[in-house]
């Protein structure tokens, strides 16, 4: 059996920048002395003359950006989720947000995957402080393939647009000739009759792992990638709910305020049914490797089919 690629969806957010800076003329692309990591550098070589380090200066940064966007530029703002939507958030509230400016923030290092660096750079609160933004469109995108695409809708888009990356290589799920993005649509890439997995970011790929081990068990799971946050496809998750009347949500964040949240309110309100949320608890991070957090917080393939099991029980 073949090995599973594995790329970073940073190191598909750096390379999708370059690639599409032809393109995109005026497209700039600024960065809080974090090049390296979040990949940007890939577009400073290319592009030297469009590319701004604002130094470790998150929050001026995004002033920075909100200024080009109201001279006609596409800014993209880069650095780690844990100082993107942390450290700047008034900024990105009041400068972007408020005025509903077309800047895009590239946010890298997100979730528990930040690993080593502990629970001062596990940002697990970033998709829940940007819902809390009017306006705001999130994409959390499950690979390589869906960054890519991520990064070329939020080009195509008027507005702000938070995008989630991550630091580790994960599983290549979305390369196939029929994988088709847009902005506000879920996919369902498995069908199911007993339970609905709704999962989002590296997830889509431990909740398609969990639907293997339960259908082995006589378990139908159905598995939607939801890859855009807000604005959510209700529609979708309604009628997924219909039809197997649980749902189990799974991210990479807090279990407050992020996918399961917004699935929550979405389905009380249009078609309540049980649901049970996977991701981080009321907890911080701790330090290891990706993969033993994963492990250790019931995120991998089998720590999810565990928890639809006894859920669906």
Do not use: W
């Amino acid at each position: 059996m073949s090995e599973v690629k594995k790329i970073a969806t940073r190191e598909a957010y750096g390379n999708a920048l370059a690639e599409f800076g032809e393109a995109y003329p005026n497209m700039v692309v600024l960065d809080a002395d974090l090049a390296a990591a979040t990949k940007t550098g890939v577009f400073k070589k290319k592009y030297p003359e469009r590319h701004i380090d604002c130094g470790i200066a998150e929050s001026n940064m995004m002033g920075i950006a909100a200024g080009l966007s109201l001279v006609g530029k596409i800014p993209v703002a880069s650095t780690f989720a844990m100082f993107a939507a942390g450290r700047a958030f008034e900024q990105v509230r009041n400068s972007i947000g408020y005025p509903h400016l077309n800047v895009k923030i590239g946010a890298t290092h997100a979730g528990i995957t930040v690993g080593e660096d502990g629970a001062s750079h596990q940002c697990n609160e970033d998709i829940a402080l940007m819902r809390a933004i009017p306006g705001m469109t999130i994409l959390n995108p499950s690979d390589a393939v869906e960054a890519r695409a991520c990064v070329k809708a939020a080009l195509d888009f008027e507005g702000p647009v938070y995008m989630r990356f991550g630091r580790a290589a994960v599983p290549v799920i979305n390369d196939r000739d029929d994988y088709h993005f847009e902005i506000g649509k879920g996919e369902v890439l498995r069908e199911g009759s007993d339970v609905t997995i709704v999962a989002t970011g590296i997830m889509v790929n431990s909740a398609l792992e969990a639907a293997e081990k339960l259908a082995a068990q006589g378990v139908s799971a159905e598995v939607i990638n939801i890859c855009t946050i807000k604005p959510l496809d209700v529609e979708l998750l309604v009628k997924s709910a219909k039809k197997t009347g649980k749902v189990v949500t799974a991210e990479e964040h807090s279990v407050i305020g992020g996918l399961g949240g917004a699935v929550c309110e979405a389905l009380s309100e249009n078609c309540p049914v049980p649901v049970c949320r996977i991701g981080i608890g009321d907890v911080f991070g701790e330090s290891g490797s990706a993969g033993a957090l994963l492990v250790k917080y019931g995120l991998d393939g089998e720590g999810v089919y565990q928890k639809v099991m006894e859920f669906v029980k």
